[in-house]
């Protein structure tokens, strides 16, 4: 009977763990493909950005993996509050990063785009502003893994420098479209480009808030939004 | 015994009833706050687009209502197969139109910035592009509280209508940036209203894959996505 038991706590933690895994490896993915995105949006490689289209199937894959062990672990095992609490996590992790993965799918299907219109300067802020959210998303599938919801929570701090990016780049290229009207099109493509940047910002930020929740049973109060595009009023 | 399994059945359809309800409710009110931020554009009312934002946390309150639920469910009846994959689709479907309302509350928020700046004529494309993502969103719904994955597909094709209003606006809207430069501002959060409302169609359309898959147990094949503007090449 303890025998049977400690067989049965082994598997569920075996199970945990695989679940971890598929995670951490979808959040890898999702790194590289941001990055991956962005060097081709930058170096106008139309081939890289095709790669970049072609590889989001495969974190897609992966959440479906994720889901679908998560589900045959509650199944199975019937676990309870806080092993519950982690694997609703984890799915919803793995939903968030799939979406992650949609956004640089996007930039890479902007960057071919860009690649056949004449080059606009505005785009050298990007890659920093891609860099910011590549390492938001390491460190909170790092607190993911080992569990550590002080850096769960540093992590959602960071969204703010992310916004600040976002909100300078806007203005920016506000200026150079009504400078440069011929270039609205691929200006435009370059500001849903920081659009997208923004919302893995946001996402890396919700999964902090998971992670937090996950951990500690408790959310994390309500943080600042400093996206304020949608609200200032600069306008011409 | 019978009685008791009786009684068990009857409590676990009921707690299922109860998850639908929640669910619903929060498409309704999806739905309001959809048509209430759109009006607010179109009537240039900012007090009507403060209450959109405002009303947004109705729906955060709810989803956190869903999967408390949805973990209490699983948690104390540690439901089968079908019935452990109907609550997690009401925990993802919660998730997602969590979203909705986000889009609704960012459309809201940019209805207040170009409130007040000079009205744009391309506005007038918003209010049917909002009608037809609204009519999704309450069918597939009904397909979810139904349990009907014939509805539920035939609201995923109509997907394709919204994409064609969105790719018909972006191109006005370019155009009309570049014709007009000093409307680029108002032009741009124009368009950023009409990426919310695509996004919101591609949201209603995983639900509708949601609910397909958890009534049959099937996924759909894979459906066509048809907003072109990140990779068509109409530039200037």
Partial sequence: MA??????V?????????????????????????????????????????????????????????????????????????DLREIVAAMKIAGVLERIGDYAKNIAKRASVLAQAPPIEPVIIVPEMARAVIAMIKDVLDAFVDRDAVLARAVT?????????????????????????????PSTHLLFVAKNLERIGDHATSVGEMVHFAVTGDHIVDRPKTDDTSTFSNRT
Same sequence: chains 1, 2.
């Fill in 3 to 8: 025998d049977n038991t400690a067989h049965t």
């Fill in 10 to 82: 082994k598997s569920f933690d075996e199970d945990i763990a695989q679940l971890r895994t598929i995670i951490s490896r979808m959040g890898g993915l999702c790194e590289v493909q941001i990055g991956a995105a962005v060097d081709a949006l930058v170096t106008r490689n139309v081939d890289a950005a095709r790669q970049v289209v072609e590889d989001d199937k495969r974190i897609d894959a992966l959440e479906a993996e994720a889901e679908a062990l998560a589900v045959r672990i509650i199944a199975l095992r019937a676990p309870l509050a806080g």
């Fill in 157 to 185: 701090e960071r969204d703010r420098r992310v916004d600040d990016f976002y909100n300078s780049l806007f203005r920016s290229l506000l200026t150079f479209m009504m400078e440069n009207p011929q270039y609205i099109t």
